[in-house]
């Protein structure tokens, strides 16, 4: 079984600046994809970025860049220039790859609360 | 398709009662699942879908809770004898198979139990 850990329940930053938000799991797989989720407020939760283990570059888009560290079995995310709408949990998740290419479950961390300040 | 739609938003129900909620995924995604989510913690997978065949169920999911998605589109979560314990934000997120990676999610049901 696959378990993913954010060990910190909430962090803050002053806006226009850069915070990491950090992440570990543990997995036997070889072959899995590792996604950070962003919920806002009373929002839907959305994609924010996505990592192919893999892959050894890490990901990047746009203000969001990851560092995955596959041997540590840590994916921590990068938020550059913080926005105040960047305010929300965001939560770690991994997902084991099936052979098939079909879709499979994620497994969530607990996440963490960002708050963003003007 | 504006996304995957959740109703009701909120349902406030008393210990005992049967509760049923309903999912609308994004037209063409064969892919549906249910995830439980309660305060300060990160959802849990309890089913999952690809057209109409049930294909894994959490062992989270009792034998209070039964999910069905006939036809392959719609997909309906209902929970007999509601428990305190069963108060807890529903999310369904819908994905398109062959399509690996992302899952869409819907705004959730708020279920509260007194």
């Known amino acids: 079984a696959q378990t993913v850990t954010q060990s910190q329940p909430e962090m803050s930053v002053q806006e226009a600046e850069t915070v990491t938000l950090s992440c570990t799991y543990d997995?036997?797989?070889?072959?899995?994809?590792l996604f950070w989720y962003k919920q806002p407020p009373s929002r839907q939760m959305i994609l924010v970025i996505r990592q192919e283990a893999y892959k050894q570059q890490n990901a990047t888009e746009n203000r969001f860049s990851v560092n995955f560290q596959k041997a540590a079995k840590s994916f921590s995310l990068k938020i550059s220039d913080s926005q105040l709408g960047d305010t929300a949990m965001y939560f770690c998740a991994f997902m084991k790859h099936v052979e098939t290419g079909a879709n499979s479950k994620l497994t969530f961390g607990k996440g963490i609360t960002l708050s963003v300040r003007p | 398709d504006t996304g995957v739609s959740q109703n009701p938003r909120h349902k406030i129900t008393k210990r005992g009662q049967n509760v049923t909620f309903r999912c609308d995924p994004i037209s063409e995604h064969n892919r549906l699942y249910w995830y439980r989510q309660t305060l300060g913690q990160g959802p849990e997978f309890l089913t999952y879908?690809?057209?109409?065949?049930?294909?894994?169920k959490s062992r989270l999911l009792s034998d209070r809770f039964s999910a069905e998605r006939p036809k392959g589109s719609f997909s309906t979560l209902e929970i007999q004898r509601t428990e305190q314990g069963d108060s807890a934000m529903y999310l369904c997120?819908?994905?398109?198979?062959?399509?690996?990676?992302?899952?869409?999610f819907g705004p959730g049901t708020r279920l509260t139990v007194t």
């Open positions: 997120a819908s994905s398109f198979h062959g399509v690996v990676y992302e899952q869409y």
């Open positions: 997995t036997s797989e070889n072959n899995y994809y």
């Open positions: 879908f690809q057209n109409e065949a049930q294909l894994e």
